[in-house]
């Protein structure tokens, strides 16, 4: 069992923290079972933020720096440059992608974009697979497949809905 958090540990506890030292090394200095996370715990239940410093972990081994490469031998300076007035270049419009044609089947996997209908057109399993490729009104669907995909709810009998409320009963 743990002892408990004396008047003395917690003082130890806030000094050690606001000298920047991390929580397992706290932990350590102060012994007697005290964990890590219960260092951790009581850091924020006593509403302790601010540190001096970041906390460094200790570093066992001394690691060498990369060999740097070998410097390039100096040459003297050249004279400078004639600055000659320049011709402002022709900035090259950015790259528009062609707008998809109306014909449906144009549109692969790679060149489906986001506002183009995703009707499936042909075998899955074919080369010759494509999707629709046209501007899709609202959802993923042009106008003309949206209808064939949406088609409104038919209105059932009133037979059906008798023998359906009758099959409670029997």
């Known amino acids: 069992m743990t002892a408990g958090w004396t008047e003395d540990r917690v003082g130890a506890l806030k000094k050690l923290w606001l000298e920047g030292q991390s929580a397992s090394q706290i932990a350590k200095q102060l012994g007697g079972g005290v964990t890590r996370n219960a260092v951790i715990g009581k850091v924020h239940r006593l509403g302790l933020s601010g540190r001096a410093a970041p906390s460094q972990p200790a570093?066992?081994?001394?690691?060498?720096?990369?060999?740097?490469p070998a410097?390039?031998?100096?040459?003297?300076?050249?004279?400078?440059?004639?600055?000659?007035?320049?011709?402002?270049?022709?900035?090259?419009?950015?790259?528009?992608?062609?707008?998809?044609?109306?014909?449906?089947?144009?549109?692969?996997?790679?060149t489906l974009g986001a506002h183009m209908c995703k009707w499936p057109i042909g075998d899955p399993s074919?080369?010759?697979?494509?999707?629709?490729?046209?501007?899709?009104?609202?959802?993923?669907?042009?106008?003309?497949?949206?209808?064939?995909?949406y088609?409104?709810?038919?209105?059932?009998?009133?037979?059906?809905?008798?023998?359906?409320?009758?099959?409670r009963y029997i």
Do not use: N, W
Not at 59 to 68: G, L
Not at 151 to 167: C, E, F, H, I, M
């Open 126 to 149: 074919s080369t010759e697979f494509s999707f629709c490729g046209r501007r899709a009104s609202e959802g993923v669907y042009c106008v003309e497949h949206a209808r064939v995909a």
């Open 59 to 68: 570093r066992a081994t001394f690691r060498p720096s990369r060999p740097r």
């Open 71 to 110: 410097a390039q031998p100096t040459q003297a300076p050249s004279a400078p440059r004639r600055i000659e007035a320049v011709q402002p270049r022709a900035v090259a419009a950015p790259s528009v992608p062609a707008p998809m044609p109306d014909l449906p089947g144009t549109a692969t996997v790679m």
């Open 151 to 167: 088609q409104p709810q038919v209105k059932r009998s009133g037979a059906t809905d008798l023998a359906r409320s009758l099959r």
